[in-house]
T-cell receptor
């Protein structure tokens, strides 16, 4: 069964600290993996995309990694800011079926001053 | 300013009411989606339209009825809903047909409460 699991479910950190969010998937065949950020009361916004051949990709203070062998991805946030408080959703696309996006339940991050 | 606009942002309706959710995308995309987002659950795909043709209908109850009059507009018609239908309804668009799945661009959703 195609599935995406994220951990932790929620996380509280102090401003300026780093954190890492995890995503494990069992989607096959695999096309790509995206991390989305969803602010409260808003729709999700794409942060980064990882394809099969990519191990690491950065977008400002966000760095995503992908291990296609173990089917794991992580999103590392450096020097967190209050505006990083949001839900982070891992989404995996399967190659079979153009509209097949499999969503994780997300990690809710709260950054405190 | 998001390229996908949803109205209304909030909606409260009784179980006997009929209402419609509206979505408009300004990105020139050829596919549009309706998703349901409930607390502590992954986004659930409801419907997909590609080039105004419905290509996915994910076992959604008939009390939800989609309509796609053109590639920029998508509606979700609601009637005789149940309290468990209360959720955030997200519209998204994407460009399909390239070598990989393009990102979904979401609207800010309609928060629906069924009383």
């Amino acid at each position: 069964k195609n599935q995406v699991e994220q951990s932790p479910q929620s996380l509280i950190i102090l401003e300026g600290k780093n954190c890492t969010l995890q995503c494990n998937y069992t989607v096959s065949p695999f096309s790509n993996l995206r991390w989305y950020k969803q602010d409260t009361g808003r729709g999700p916004v794409s942060l980064t995309i990882m394809t099969f051949s990519e191990n690491t990709k950065s977008n400002g203070r966000y760095t995503a990694t992908l291990d296609a062998d173990t089917k794991q991805s992580s999103l590392h946030i450096t020097a967190s800011q209050l505006s990083d408080s949001a839900s982070y959703i891992c989404v995996v696309s399967a190659t079979s079926g153009t509209y097949k996006y499999i969503f994780g339940t997300g990690t809710r991050l709260k950054v405190l001053a | 300013e998001t390229g996908v606009t949803q109205t209304p942002r909030h909606l409260v309706m009784g179980m006997t009411n009929k209402k419609s959710l509206k979505c408009e995308q300004h990105l020139g995309h050829n596919a549009m989606y309706w998703y349901k987002q409930s607390a502590k659950k992954p986004l659930e795909l409801m419907f997909v339209y590609s080039l105004e043709e419905r290509v996915e209908n994910n076992s959604v109850p008939s009390r939800f009825s989609p309509e796609c009059p053109n590639s920029s507009h998508l509606f979700l018609h609601l009637h005789t809903l149940q309290p468990e239908d209360s959720a955030l309804y997200l519209c998204a668009s994407s460009e399909q047909g390239s070598s990989y799945n393009s990102p979904l661009h979401f609207g800010n959703g309609t928060r629906l409460t069924v009383t």
